[in-house]
């Protein structure tokens, strides 16, 4: 699509956003951060470091790296991504919310708890498991990805 559309082009874009999309989907994390990675340099050149859907694409890009336990890379990336949209559309906004959950959860894995409390969290947090790892969506069933676990699987932890 880049050599038909340019090398900075919207539908480029969408086209990273969905490939991205599809590897978080089949857990190939590495590949969901290099497309999610050209995606954030898409957006920078298409509308701006500043523009929330750059932000957007930085919390794309954010999430996947938490998922990848790199919580080092996510916490810049994540408070890059908040600081534009801060910026863009005010402290207090809605949209801020979406980036908190995945920074707590950075500065979690990477033991910095302490840097948590000035996150703004509606959500609960998801702690360390018993071996030091966050758990995350990849280790739930697809009935109840996206969502708290189900009863059944609740219980089974």
Do not use: Y
């Amino acid at each position: 699509r880049e050599a038909a559309a340019g090398a900075v082009h919207p539908e480029v874009l969408d086209s990273l956003l969905a490939n991205a999309a599809l590897a978080e989907a089949q857990e190939r994390f590495d590949d969901a951060i290099k497309a999610l990675n050209s995606a954030v340099a898409e957006a920078d050149g298409i509308w701006g470091p500043d523009h929330p859907k750059t932000a957007m694409a930085r919390l794309r890009f954010g999430k996947a790296l938490v998922n990848a336990d790199r919580f080092e890379e996510a916490i810049e990336a994540l408070r890059t991504g908040r600081s534009a949209m801060a910026t863009r559309v005010g402290g207090h906004h809605a949209h801020l919310d979406a980036f908190d959950l995945p920074l707590a959860q950075a500065l979690v894995g990477a033991g910095q708890l302490a840097d948590t409390g000035a996150l703004r969290l509606r959500r609960g947090l998801r702690l360390p498991a018993r071996d030091g790892r966050l758990r995350g969506m990849r280790e739930r069933c697809n009935e109840c990805r996206g969502r708290a676990p189900c009863r059944r699987h609740s219980r089974a932890r």
